[in-house]
């Protein structure tokens, strides 16, 4: 079991294994941050089901939850899978599918 405290742009702080860690937030330009709980939560069950580890799994949802608020609004930001792997191993992701999604969401359907 694990227990993961997100404390926004000061990181988070886990609990596992009799051990306590911390990890700094991801450096991205914030830009929103409305559903980035939603999309971390979303982002760690995502990751224990591709079989992460708990920690692991806490790692990828601070990445997910980081993408998230590079955009405006609760959906244009959401990361796809190969983002996040990309963000994880590179520090980078790429902005081109964000950048379409933000324009779809900002004009009337």
Known sequence: PVCVMKCGGRGAVAAA????YHWQAEKVRVTDTVGAGDDFH?????AL??????LGAARYASAVSAIKCTAIGGRA???????VE?????GTFPTEEILR???YY???H
Not at 49 to 54: F, I, P, V
Not at 77 to 83: A, H, N, S, Y
């Open 17 to 20: 294994d009799g051990r306590r």
């Open 42 to 46: 979303g982002g760690y069950l995502a």
């Open 49 to 54: 089901c591709m079989g992460r580890t708990g």
């Open 77 to 83: 930001g959401i990361p796809t899978r190969p983002m």
């Open 86 to 90: 990309q963000y994880l191993r590179e």
């Open 101 to 103: 999604r933000t324009a």
């Open 106 to 108: 900002s004009t009337e």
